[in-house]
């Protein structure tokens, strides 16, 4: 994450792809390189690889608040939003990083964000 938010992208990209090796095609990686080719402008891959960890979600063992980190970076804020309302839903952990984390940042000016962060009591 953090070469792709210093915008070195080859080195980013060289990164993810040898932890899709290591992880034998686990979803964190492939959720970075979602992220990474939306930033790039890459809206169509990163759509592509928004799919696949859609579709084989249950397999490769997707959490909403992954989905939402990745729609956050396309700037599809309601689906974002869904997907994170989903995750609290769920009790998913990766909330612990709701505040901080910086693929959410596109989600943070919507009321929702703040409702949710006032569930959570974080706000």
């Known amino acids: 994450m953090t070469l792709d938010m210093l915008a070195r992208y080859p080195e980013a990209t060289a990164s993810y792809k040898r932890a899709l090796d290591v992880t034998k095609g686990e979803a964190s990686p492939l959720v970075g390189l979602a992220i990474m080719n939306a930033h790039m402008g890459r809206q169509a891959e990163a759509r592509q690889i928004l799919i696949q960890l859609e579709t084989g979600r249950k397999r490769l063992h997707v959490s909403q608040f ?56 974080l706000a």
């Open 66 to 121: 992954q989905l939402a980190t990745i729609y956050a970076s396309l700037g599809d804020i309601d689906r974002g939003m869904s997907a994170l309302e989903q995750a609290y839903k769920e009790h998913e952990a990766f909330l612990i990083a709701l505040k901080v984390h910086p693929h959410l940042d596109a989600l943070r000016a919507d009321p929702r964000f703040t409702a949710l962060q006032k569930a959570m009591g």
